[in-house]
């Protein structure tokens, strides 16, 4: 089965909890991405920090981004999938918690992001309509 490491998109740029959201909306625009990962000082994983986020935590409540740490949007633990973890896992992860993204992580190492996109690619069809449907119902 194919795993979470053969299909991510390896090398995953982090914005740093003590920077702004500012940076992080640069560090998108410069990537091309609707997401990054949030990490501390230690490199761990705090959380994941979307363009949505930005725009009605931020944005829509008034705050001012370059004001706003992007460690102040992480919520709670961040989930991710391991890097040996095969496609049906990142599927019931993903289903379960209603996520399009998935940080991939080897020990507590960052070392990409695996998206909806990438798992339509590795699954049979019948799954992809599950994957599709259970992340896209509110």
């Known amino acids: 089965m194919t ?20 940076v992080a909306a640069e560090k998108m625009a410069a990537h091309d991405v609707g997401a990054l990962p949030i990490c501390g000082r230690d490199d761990r994983l705090k959380g994941m920090l979307t363009d949505r986020d930005i725009v009605v935590k931020v944005l829509g409540a008034g705050h001012d981004p370059a004001a706003t740490k992007a460690g102040d949007l992480a919520q709670g633990e961040a989930v991710t999938i391991g890097a040996d973890d095969d496609a049906r896992e990142i599927l ?21 992001i695996v998206a909806q996109a990438d798992v339509a690619r590795a699954l049979p069809d019948p799954q992809v309509g599950e994957l599709l449907q259970a992340v896209s119902t509110d």
């Open 3 to 22: 795993t979470a490491r053969e299909i991510m998109t390896g090398g995953a740029e982090c914005v740093r909890d003590y920077e702004s959201v500012l």
């Open 92 to 112: 019931r992860t993903m289903t379960d918690h209603k996520v399009r993204r998935l940080p991939v992580i080897d020990g507590h190492t960052l070392v990409g």
